[in-house]
C-alpha cells in the first residue's frame, strides 16, 4: 500500500519561487594583484618541484598536491571548482588543519579550515 506523505508548506511547490537574495560583495582580504602575485609564486614553485619528480613518484602521470584555502573562503559557494577543472584537477579528499593567514578582513587570529590535500594534476 503506498503512503501518502505530508509536506510542511507544500503549497509552496506550486508556484515559482525565486531564491532569497543574498549579497555577493565580499570583503577581499587581498587585492586582485596581491592574489595574483602570490598565485604566481605559489604555483610556480609547485610546479618546478613536480617536475624534478621522478617517473616512478608519479603513477599515471599523476602527482598529489595541497591547496589551503584562506579561512573566510570555506564555504561551497567559494570553493574555486571552475579553477580546478580549467587545470585537470581533481580533489581525492579534504581535512581540517589549523591556519593563520598573513591577512584577514576582520580582527582574528587562528582558524581551522578544510584542507583541500590530495588533489591530484
Known sequence: MPKNFLL??????????D????NMDKDLPYTFEESVARLEKQVGSTLESIHTLPDLACPHNKTVVSFV?????????????ALFRSWNLE????RMIKVKPEKWTKKRDVCQVPNYSD???
Do not use: C, D, W
Request: aromatic residues 12%.
Open 8 to 17: 510542511g508548506f507544500g503549497e509552496r511547490l506550486s508556484e515559482r519561487m
Open 19 to 22: 531564491p532569497p537574495k543574498t
Open 119 to 121: 588533489n591530484i594534476l
Open 91 to 94: 580533489q581525492v579528499g579534504s
Open 69 to 81: 584555502l584562506h579561512p573566510e573562503f570555506t564555504a561551497k559557494s567559494y570553493y574555486p571548482e
